[in-house]
């Protein structure tokens, strides 16, 4: 028995070895970092919007869904931001292939972890709001009326929205996303400090919510749009969910992904570069003569080492064939101005 014993925990022990090893797969983590990046985004986000439903305005807000979508995208970058870039957004994932920034052979994967990732957190909050779903729908699951909760899981536009007009908000929203995302991230042009791009990007979710969300709740992501409707189809609510508003269900599928591929390539056509930058360190002194800006008093005439604390230099090149003297730049200011960006 106590051999028996033995082999079965070595088998066991050889087993989990082995899903290890198969675990630490590049593609088999990145796929997992989509996984969950986008579960904590969405049960964060969809928990917001069941607070405003369900509490009829009381206990939640539309401020409040946008806050939790854009802190639920901040808190999915940290989750797997190291790991495969913490797309959760499959309209950005297209638009990474498409631009040649992403090979194409990742995009089955990273969709169908933000698919699955998605998908369960609708479950999740299906589950957590249960009772609260049929209080308040009275035991009858709708997708549209005064008692509809269908539209806690996926985006419904209001009546007087047209499909292509709001076909275009979509494509608009979403050009607007990755031409933003692009910025952020552009080393060549001002970035987020580092540390700083988590944050920086769910604010920019909660900029686009707060100020161009209302005419189609800006779905912006198919991940976000499909996979919960689908489970919505699944859970009891029917095939209304594909019918309602004139069959707005492909609208979030098809409309973002062209518009994260429109605004990347007006950032990369307009903005972006490829040509090399010219060289932040001082070159040679009979090419270059150094002018210093004081943007804060000196505390001491001769540093070893640049801090927040001394001065900044700017070098600015001088022609030694005009025969012009360099001539002093008076200070700026007496306070600290943070030029290190630009």
Known sequence: MAQA???????????????????????????????????????????????????????????????????????????????????????????????????????????????????????TIYGLFYTSINHFSGGHLTVTGPTATAGIFATYPPSHMTLWWGFLNEVLLTGLLQLCLFAIMDKQNNPAMEGTQALVIGILVVIIGVSLGMNTGYAINPSRDLPPRFFTFIAGWGSEVFRARGNWWWVPVVAPPLGAYIGGIIYLLFLGSNTPREPKTPMEPKMYEEHRISVLPKTRSHASKASPLTPVSVSSKISHKSGLAAQPVSPLSDSAISIEHF
């Open 5 to 123: 014993d033995k082999d079965n925990w070595m088998v066991s022990s050889t087993m989990i070895m082995r899903i290890q090893a198969k675990m630490q797969r590049k593609m088999v983590r990145e796929f997992l970092g989509e996984l969950m990046s986008t579960y904590v985004m969405m049960v964060f986000g969809l928990g917001s919007v069941a607070h405003m439903v369900l509490g009829e305005n009381k206990l939640g807000s539309y401020l409040g869904v946008n806050l939790g979508f854009g802190f639920g995208v901040t808190m999915g970058v940290h989750v797997a931001g190291g790991i495969s870039g913490a797309h959760m957004n499959s309209a950005v994932t297209f638009a990474s292939c498409a631009l040649g920034r992403m090979s194409w052979k990742k995009f089955p994967v990273y969709v169908l972890g933000q698919f699955l990732g998605s998908f369960l957190a609708a479950a």
